[in-house]
């Protein structure tokens, strides 16, 4: 069975960074696509960018040039590096995971089959 676990967050100030992470455990085959969204209070859930088998990676525009999607193939975990951070990047932030389908970056949020738990990140200013 095939379980996300994502974590990393905690309370930090504008301008500091995180790294995020999510760990997939279970049989892996050759379709990979993993997407980091987020969901702040009150607020609809975004999608804050994605990556697939072979590590071509999207963001959204709000994100561009701040965050950094990665993964490491090894211990099949994936992290979301996130530097100047802002007080509206707060968040529960959740990692999903699509195994099966190809084109990962044609996929829709009901795609994702598997789900973190999610992350709190908190950016006071």
């Known amino acids: 069975q095939v379980q996300l676990t994502d974590s990393g967050g905690g309370s930090v100030q504008t301008g500091d960074s995180l790294r995020l992470s999510c760990g997939v455990s279970?049989?892996?085959?050759?379709?990979?696509?993993v997407s980091w969204f987020r969901q702040a209070p009150g607020k609809e859930r975004e999608e804050v960018g994605r990556?697939?088998?072979?590590?071509?990676?999207t963001y959204a525009d709000f994100v561009k040039g701040r965050f950094t999607i990665s993964r490491a193939n090894a211990e099949n975990a994936l992290y979301l590096q996130m530097n100047d951070l802002k007080p509206e990047d707060t968040a529960v932030y959740y990692c999903?995971?699509?195994?099966?389908?190809?084109?990962?970056?044609?996929?829709?949020?009901?795609?994702?089959?598997?789900w973190g738990q999610g992350t709190q990140v908190t950016v006071s200013s």
């Open positions: 999903a995971a699509d195994l099966a389908r190809t084109r990962c970056f044609y996929l829709v949020t009901t795609d994702f089959g598997y």
């Open positions: 279970g049989y892996i085959g050759r379709r990979y696509c």
């Open positions: 990556i697939d088998i072979n590590d071509r990676t």
